[in-house]
T-cell receptor
Framework: GAVVSQHPSRVICKSGTSVKIECRSL??????MFWYRQFPKQSLMLMAT?????????EQGVEKDKFLINHASLTLSTLTVTSAHPEDSSFYIC????????????FGPGTRLLVL | GNSVTQMEGPVTLSEEAFLTINCTYT??????LFWYVQYPGEGLQLLLK?????DKGSNKGFEATYRKETTSFHLEKGSVQVSDSAVYFC??????????FGAGTTVTVRA
């Protein structure tokens, strides 16, 4: 099967610092990766779509300068939460889609971010 | 817009009980519909999907039928096992391969 990893799985940081989360497709090339945010007992909210070699497209209401996304290769996308604040504390999940016409998304295990 | 409404949990069952999780959707056109499952400590996995009306998706004993007339995609399993304990998400595919998810339903199966 297709495996997607995320690192770190859990991070605690101080308010005002930046945190980088990595999402890797381990056994396939991902033309598109997606970043989601999940609040406790709530649904996954799509934040942005990341295409290799081009700028990410952000969903309405998501601050692109706050959540920097880089998709530098076909197997790696990174999400950087800049100047993190306690309200950014959440569960961040990435997914990857292999191929232009593939419908199925493969999800990473998620990263728990706690900003103190 | 496109959205998914899923029954709230948590749901607690005994082994071999019948499980049903309701899911209804609002969408323009006829989107593909999915059920994803998240086992403890793991990422979401595709459980089953249906791409058009009256399609039935099935996997691991789970089934769901795409009902256009009721805009529903309810998940069912006739006899659950402890290993089915997980969080289940209903989702629909928007344009450009983006997914809209329901809130998730936590299912606990007791031996």
């Amino acid at each position: 099967g297709a495996v997607v990893s995320q690192h770190p799985s859990r991070v605690i940081c101080k308010s005002g610092t930046s945190v980088k989360i990595e999402c890797r497709s381990l056994d396939f090339q991902a033309t598109t990766m997606f970043w989601y945010r999940q609040f406790p007992k709530q649904s996954l909210m799509l934040m942005a779509t990341s295409n290799e070699g081009s700028k990410a497209t952000y969903e309405q209401g998501v601050e692109k300068d706050k959540f920097l996304i880089n998709h530098a290769s076909l197997t790696l996308s990174t999400l950087t939460v800049t100047s993190a604040h306690p309200e950014d504390s959440s569960f961040y999940i990435c997914s990857a889609r292999r191929g232009t016409f593939q419908e199925t998304q493969y999800f990473g295990p998620g990263t728990r971010l706690l900003v103190l | 817009g496109n959205s998914v409404t899923q029954m709230e949990g948590p749901v607690t069952l005994s082994e071999e009980a019948f499980l049903t999780i309701n899911c209804t959707y609002t969408a323009t056109g006829y989107p593909s519909l999915f059920w994803y499952v998240q086992y403890p400590g793991e990422g979401l996995q595709l459980l089953l999907k249906a791409t058009k009306a009256d399609d039935k998706g099935s996997n691991k004993g789970f089934e769901a039928t795409y009902r256009k007339e009721t805009t529903s995609f309810h998940l069912e399993k006739g006899s659950v096992q402890v290993s089915d304990s997980a969080v289940y998400f209903c989702a629909l595919r928007r344009g450009d391969y983006k997914l809209s998810f329901g809130a998730g339903t936590t299912v606990t199966v007791r031996a």
